[in-house]
């Protein structure tokens, strides 16, 4: 577990403040970090963790060798807990098989956190407990907790953490003191990647790609990644020309996908939407690849603002849906696909 501030790239103002408020012991109980994955909000939770159980800590920075330290970075410490979205056979304790099984914070999860929530710290003056994909809480899921966070019983932070903060429950929303963490800048992400012996040229590449999200660079040195993004530029190229049979066929491939590739796959095209419409503003993207930025180009004349604004709006609507839902995923494609093809034929 990370226990060290100094470890985290960027985000100085928030880490500043957080600090502070663990110095002047003004923490609320309930926290929310929002902003895109892989920007190291989990790694500043960690270490706001860790601040907040060392009793030795100096200015919000905790001292690193007293038992709560040690013990939160052998990941021993009995009063942090930890949850994350998991599917039924996980929460079971038995091996996932299935690549599509959908994770979410299950209502037994909560059951437990709540059960962990009560009891008397044992080591630290409180316990901290670190809620991941809040986004994924179904209602129920969420009702279940509100008064837990609104009112703990005992000397509880609750840290929760989404990069959908738009699929967030307002029940959850209205309880907690919200932090937004931006992207980073591509300087932030080459320095890191730079740093762990990846050449400038191919660090800059990397950084134009990875939408602020030092997890996402280093994910996008694995292939497949590469090969969504570029099936996310063939399916706008091939869109104005895309005949009904070319539809149920993509949805006959796309179906095998795993969820996370589908994810990423939704996640690029918001991301080739959002830089056309910086273009279109005339503000220019942070684009390194040559090759890219022709693609952008050329899309650019077959799509107008409005068309690309539309298609964002509903690339959200889709994410959304595999996020909080159970849904057919050849269906629920073939449906996406001829809307955006609608939105493209469409009078916009
Ligand atoms: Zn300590």
Redo the contacts with the bound molecule.
Sequence with gaps: MNTDWTRIVGHKNNIEKLQQMVEENRLPHALLFTGQEGIGKSLIAEALA?SL?????KNGV?????P??VGMSNDTHPDFYRLVPMTKNEYEGKPEKSATAKRILRIEQMRDMQERASRVPVLSERSVIIIEGVETMQEAAANSILKTIEEPEGPVVFILITSHPAFLLDTIRSRCMIMEFGILSDEEIMGYLQNQGITEFVARGLASLADGSIGRAVTLQGERLQELHGEAIKLLTDLPIMTNERIWKQGEVMEKWSREDLKEWLGFLAMIFRDMLLLYTGQGTGLYNQKDNEALGRLLRKYSTRKVDAMLKLVLACQFRFIRSNVNIRLTIEAFLIRLKDIHTGGF
Excluded: D, F, R, V
Aim: glycine share 8%.
């Design positions: 860790t159980l060392c009793k030795e800590n905790p001292c690193g060798k007293c709560a330290c």
